[in-house]
């Protein structure tokens, strides 16, 4: 992985509270945008999802996020060199909903600092409880290649539909 944006700057990632400003994140994707502005605290309150923030310094505006929560994926959907030893029924995985940086400091390295931030807490689940991969559905083809250039793969169930084993997770820790 390329050296973190974070590193030795004033960025870093914490859990969203009811204190971050989410008003102004404009990601350029509305279905992202409308998820940190309107749902994130909804599913955080749920327990549906939790959401990690992107802040600089002191401040409360939220600059990019990420969302995981408890999934599975269907047996059927992964590719044979992966299923050859797993039982035949629902998979466990940390599914990653959403990954958005705003606009304008998009391209500098923050979709990467967050992606890993998200597979450090899932490799972090993974010695607690059993959890084959971490799952996402790219919402467009750059989102899927971005995740492809992190080593995701594709699932035979949906192109966009992508997972990182927990095996090469660790390796990447």
């Known amino acids: 992985m390329a050296e973190s944006s974070l590193s030795g700057s004033q960025w870093h990632i914490e859990r969203l509270s ?3 400003d989410r008003r102004s994140f404009a990601s350029g994707q509305t279905l992202l945008d409308d998820f940190i502005r309107q749902r994130a605290g909804q599913y955080d309150r749920r327990d549906l999802g939790r959401t ?3 802040v ?4 409360s505006r939220v600059w990019g996020y990420y969302t995981l929560a408890s999934g599975a994926m269907g047996f059927d959907t992964i590719p044979d060199e992966w299923s050859k030893r797993l039982p035949q029924h629902f998979i466990p995985a940390v599914h990653l909903g959403r990954l958005a940086v705003d606009q304008a400091i998009q391209g500098r390295g923050f979709g990467g600092d967050l992606l ?3 597979l450090q807490t899932a490799g972090r689940i993974s010695e ?4 084959f991969a971490v799952d996402v559905f ?3 083809e750059d989102a899927k290649s971005f995740y492809l250039r992190f080593g ?3 699932l035979v169930d949906n192109p966009c539909h992508l997972f990182l084993p927990v095996k ?3 390796q990447l820790l």
């Open 168 to 170: 090469l997770v660790r």
């Open 56 to 59: 600089s310094g002191d401040e």
């Open 138 to 140: 790219a919402i467009n």
């Open 116 to 118: 890993f931030d998200g």
């Open 152 to 154: 995701f793969l594709q």
């Open 52 to 54: 990690y923030v992107l």
């Open 18 to 20: 009811s204190s971050h």
């Open 128 to 131: 607690q409880i059993g959890v």
